[in-house]
């Protein structure tokens, strides 16, 4: 199960989109993608590793270039939260720099051809394994999910318990309307991190259909490894542009979502 020499291309596509898994619990209630949870934390640790390497010989005089690399990064990030959240809260700029950081490490796997993965796992007895963890809806659901956690306690931090139930059963119709404030404020709520996380998986699973289908074709003899060669620089070329870009916006609506949550209605 190995090439698409051995497999049709649709079976090639499908063997790559498939998530190692482990069932975990009794009778294999929660199904683990391991390939997913291995990935994004290994990303998350070659980040704050390259981070630390920055600090690790900083200096207040003329920085070296890593170092001055990384404070350019994080003062853009910083100017981004600065400049969209108003509130009191200390927080959002780790939150963002988290996000947009840790998204974009794991975007950034995008650019590596899938066989460059699969087949060295494959020589020690792993066939599956999907590489780019945002485009696993698993992962981007679990950061939406802390997202809509920290909104809820941005929330009842800035308005208390009370003003925050009270705002949800009157606002916006009043407080005669409870019922049709209640449904408006829950579809409100629950459509936030949803779009966040659907939004950046099927933008991360849709390349990555492509560039499989680009993989496929530059296996179909001399004038499909050409076009393959040339579409797949094209596409490469544009996901430059696509993988930061997600990355972005994901960071961005959190902290609009997160400053949202602290307004009074």
């Known amino acids: ?13 499908q063997h790559h989109l498939k998530n190692l898994t482990v069932q975990v619990g009794e009778g ?20 704050v590793f390259a981070f630390w390497l920055a600090t690790r010989k900083a200096t207040s005089g003329v920085p070296g270039k890593w170092q001055a690399f990384v404070e350019i990064c994080l003062e853009f990030v910083d100017k981004q939260a600065r400049d969209t959240y108003h509130g009191p809260s200390k927080l959002v700029t780790p939150i963002a720099i988290t996000l947009f950081f840790w998204i974009l490490m794991m975007n950034l796997l ?9 087949k060295p796992l494959e020589l020690v007895g792993v066939h599956y394994w999907k590489p780019v963890p945002t485009a696993d809806v698993n992962a981007t659901l679990g950061m939406s999910i802390s997202v809509f956690f920290l909104m809820l306690f941005f929330a009842i931090r800035s308005k208390g318990l009370g003003g925050f139930t009270k705002e949800f059963l009157t606002a916006p119709f009043g407080k005669w309307m409870v019922p049709f404030n209640l449904i408006l404020n829950i579809v409100e709520w629950l459509s936030k991190p949803i779009s966040l996380a659907m939004r950046l ?19 179909a003899g001399i004038l499909g490894a050409l076009a393959g060669g040339a579409f797949g620089l094209g596409w490469m070329l544009f996901h430059l542009l696509v993988i930061p870009l997600q990355a972005f916006i994901f960071m961005m609506l959190s902290i609009v979502y997160l400053s949202l949550s602290e307004d009074a209605h």
């Open 28 to 47: 294999g209630f929660w199904t683990l993608h391991l390939d997913t949870f291995i990935t994004a934390v290994l990303m998350g640790l070659v980040i």
């Open 201 to 219: 998986f099927g933008n991360m699973f849709g390349g990555e259909i492509v560039f499989l289908l680009i993989w496929v074709l530059g296996g």
């Open 1 to 13: 199960m190995s090439g698409a020499a051995e497999l049709t291309p649709t079976e090639y596509i």
């Open 110 to 118: 995008k650019m590596i051809p899938a066989d460059f993965i699969a």
